[in-house]
Nanobody
Framework: QVQLVESGGGLVQPGGSLRLSCVASGLIFKVYKMGWYRQTPGKTREAVATMDSYGTPNYADSVKGRFTISRDNDKNTVYLQMNSLEAEDTAVYYC???????????WGQGTQVTVSS
């Protein structure tokens, strides 16, 4: 079955950096649009950054210039480099795999990112 396993979350001070990783298995990684979403208690899950199968990225306005999404199709892995972190970035971050044009969408279990001094 499909598995998405995130890692790299943790506690960081404002202005710091973290790099999230998501390793996918059980799917043909290179054809999936991959993405990172985040959610805080009481709020809906929001898209942070996505990258389609062609390598085209898309970012939420709130993270443009600070976050970078990348993928390594040989390693079935998608990354999210997060710089200049702010308290407002505190959330559970989820990895997403979306086979565009179908109903095949998969989620990871989430990793907590806490930005606090």
């Amino acid at each position: 079955q499909v598995q998405l396993v995130e890692s790299g979350g943790g506690l960081v001070q404002p202005g710091g950096s973290l790099r999230l990783s998501c390793v996918a298995s059980g799917l043909i990684f290179k054809v999936y649009k991959m993405g990172w979403y985040r959610q805080t208690p009481g709020k809906t899950r929001e898209a942070v950054a996505t990258m389609d199968s062609y390598g085209t990225p898309n970012y939420a306005d709130s993270v443009k210039g600070r976050f970078t999404i990348s993928r390594d199709n040989d390693k079935n892995t998608v990354y999210l480099q997060m710089n200049s972190l702010e308290a407002e970035d505190t959330a559970v971050y989820y990895c997403n795999a979306d086979l565009v044009g179908t109903d095949l969408v998969h989620w990871g279990q989430g990793t907590q990112v806490t930005v606090s001094s």
